[in-house]
């Protein structure tokens, strides 16, 4: 069973800083790996993807230049570098995989593997 586990939340204030990665098993069909996060009484959203074999990557708007996801397929592992963090950016965040090739790394409902979460809450 493919199992995605990911680490690194915390408790930071406003600007500082937090990695998380995220360890899965074998996903040799994996196309599409991504962050997303859930703030309470919030709708999950998408925060960054990056693509298994070209490493193209794509950010929401709110986090571009601040946050930046990086894999390492050597050691199955995907990790987000979060920057300049803010208290907008609390949440529990996700890691997720998509083996559907042809659908875009940015449409959620391609995600069926998912990770339990890791909480991060930014103070101002």
């Known amino acids: 069973q493919v199992q995605l586990v990911e680490s690194g939340g915390g408790s930071v204030q406003a600007g500082g800083s937090l990695r998380l990665s995220c360890a899965f098993s074998?996903?040799?069909?994996?196309?599409?790996m991504g962050w997303f996060r859930q703030a309470p009484g919030e709708e999950r959203e998408w925060v960054a993807t990056i693509r298994h074999n070209s490493g193209a990557t794509n950010y929401r708007d709110s986090v571009a230049g601040r946050f930046t996801v990086s894999q390492d397929n050597a050691k199955n592992m995907v990790y987000l570098q979060m920057n300049s963090l803010k208290p907008e950016d609390t949440a529990m965040y996700y890691c997720?995989?998509?083996?559907?090739?042809?659908?875009?790394?940015?449409?959620?409902?391609?995600?069926?593997?998912w990770g339990q979460g890791t909480q991060v809450t930014v103070s101002s």
């Open positions: 997720a995989a998509h083996e559907r090739e042809g659908y875009r790394c940015s449409n959620s409902a391609a995600y069926t593997i």
């Open positions: 074998a996903l040799p069909n994996r196309y599409c």
